[in-house]
């Protein structure tokens, strides 16, 4: 490899980050030849997490882990070093984390009149049983663009499973058959304790602190420009024997337009569309604004690049629809105790043991979750902080009479004590800032076979994409995993590496998994 090869990647999302991570340790590549280009003012993309005691913080998700599957992100986070417990990895003080705090959730689902549903049984007849095992057992070219309604009966969308299924993924009826086949096999671990969110993993904090913070922190001490408040907006390119070729890089840094030119050898990694573009945040007093894609973003540049390259992918079947792809989220700072220990007097976990908490019978299929105490590296001994999240923002609630979308922090706690019954003193305290996220389920909108492009198209010379809108068999999108994954794969094959990438485990093959589904489906 030429010692002066150059790398960069647009984008300075988690697969950024990992994709100079595996540059460096698999590739043996200088951390100064490496740029990571980001839009935004702080790295991370979509791992977000920041805010104060004072101000109040914010997440615009959590992600769930598992130590059963999530084999590229374990891979990587082996390789860097914990900021908090000297000579262990990321994964050491996760995994010990875990093995303290086990998740075994008894309120995993809440109906109207405030009872604990039932969840041992997943509530489904012999019909949606044969309907079910239909769409396991059928081939994805077969499925091709249909929904999930396609296959599954009204019925189906009332069972036990369905809603503890779809609140811990974020499914939506009309989303992808074929991606809700993938995630029925790359998760049948999960099928036999969805109830109990058994197999789900924590980080010891929200993911950006305890995921983002220590690989950023390691890219920086490797020399690795870690550029924020820069916009690409254009790649020059030419063809070299038919294959396309970045030959330069056009971006607005902070406010300046700037070019790079690339040499010969020189790779561009580019994070094709984002989950959480134009998303947008309010106050205990203002709705978030309703914006939609943003200009020169990440849609804008896939979209120009993909204008006549069938191979690129087409990035409208994924964000031309928002009322298919939106949900909102809210995080809840507090400054006493009174919301948590009420919490745990009724859904008998303590914070950090339990899982979401899905009101069943909520216009807007609220959840929320208490994780373990602090949640962020900056958290006040005194402060509390919980996320939770609504997956149909334009309904009007059950206790407010406004769309999720158009609600105030304060209507949000009014809309969440209504279904707790709780008084509204248990929140009097509170700081609740409600985020909008007009694309963040896109990558699960009904797709055909070339409509996400592989991590390395075929015609490409020097140049792939990473995100969570590229073609990688069997596993699945909206996971930490997926996004490593790609940058893995890309890493590996742009540079000739002949290491193997981690497999997807196949757990759907286990005659063991298999026969405990079953248990459960019967």
């Known amino acids: 490899m030429k010692a002066t090869r150059k790398a960069y990647f647009v984008g300075g999302g988690i697969g950024s980050l990992a994709g100079a991570a595996f540059l460096i340790r698999d590739g043996s590549m200088s951390g100064g030849q490496i740029s990571i280009l980001e839009t935004g003012s702080v790295m991370g993309g979509s791992l977000d997490g920041s805010g104060d005691a004072k101000r109040g913080y914010s997440m615009r998700g959590g992600r769930m882990l598992t130590m059963d599957n999530y084999e590229c992100t374990w891979d990587l986070f ?35 009149r405030r009872a604990k ?29 249909s929904c999930i309604t396609d296959h599954l009966s009204p019925t189906f969308f009332q069972t036990e499973f369905w809603f503890m299924w779809v609140t811990t993924f974020a499914f939506q009826p009309w989303h992808s058959a074929v991606e809700f086949r993938r995630y029925l096999h790359r998760f049948m671990l999960e099928f036999s304790r969805i109830e109990t969110l058994a197999g789900v993993k924590r980080t010891v904090l929200n993911q950006y602190d305890s995921l983002v913070v220590p690989l950023h922190r390691w890219l920086e001490a490797q020399g690795v420009h870690l550029i924020n408040d820069c916009t690409v907006t254009d790649l020059d390119h030419k063809l070299t024997e038919g294959r396309f070729e970045v030959i330069g890089l056009h971006c607005t840094l902070k406010g300046r337009s700037e070019s790079m030119i ?22 205990m007093t203002t709705a978030p604004a309703k914006l939609k894609k943003a200009h020169n973003g990440s849609w804008s540049l896939w979209e120009k690049l993909a204008d006549g390259r069938p191979s690129f992918g087409r990035p409208a079947v994924f964000n031309s629809c928002v009322a298919q792809s939106d949900w909102a989220s809210f995080t809840v700072t507090l400054s006493n105790s009174v919301f948590f220990e009420q919490m745990q007097r009724f859904s008998g976990n303590e914070a950090g043991t339990g899982g979401l908490v899905t009101f069943k019978d909520s216009n807007w299929l609220m959840s929320i979750v208490l994780a373990h105490q602090p949640h962020f590296a900056n958290q006040p001994a005194d402060v509390q902080v919980f996320w939770g999240y609504g997956l149909f923002p334009d309904r009007i609630g059950n206790f407010v009479p406004k769309a999720m979308a158009d609600c105030t922090g304060a209507e949000l706690l009014q809309e969440l004590c209504g279904h707790l019954r709780f008084d509204l003193d248990a929140v009097t305290t509170a700081n609740c800032i409600p985020c909008r996220m007009p694309y963040i389920t896109s990558m699960f909108m009904p797709r055909a076979p070339g409509d996400r492009p592989l991590p390395v198209p075929p015609d490409t010379k020097n140049f792939a994409f990473i995100s969570q809108f590229v073609e990688i068999p069997l596993d699945t999108v909206f996971t930490v995993e997926f996004s490593v994954r790609a940058a893995q794969m890309a890493v590996y094959q742009l540079l000739g590496i002949a290491k193997p990438v981690p497999p997807v485990t196949r757990h759907d093959k286990s005659l063991h998994t298999q026969f405990d589904a079953v248990v459960k489906a019967m």
């Open 262 to 283: 690339l040499e010969e050898g020189d790779l561009v990694f580019l994070q094709n569309g984002s989950m959480t573009d134009a998303s947008s945040l309010g106050s």
């Open 117 to 145: 549903v039932p969840v041992a049984s997943m509530g489904f007849s012999m019909h949606d049983r044969v309907e079910l095992l239909r769409l396991v057992s059928a081939d994805e070219a077969a499925l091709g663009t």
């Open 78 to 112: 082996k390789s860097i070093p914990s900021l908090t417990q000297p000579g262990r990895s990321v994964f050491d003080e996760t995994l010990a984390f875990n093995e303290k705090h086990v998740s075994h959730a008894l309120s995993r689902l809440v109906d109207s």
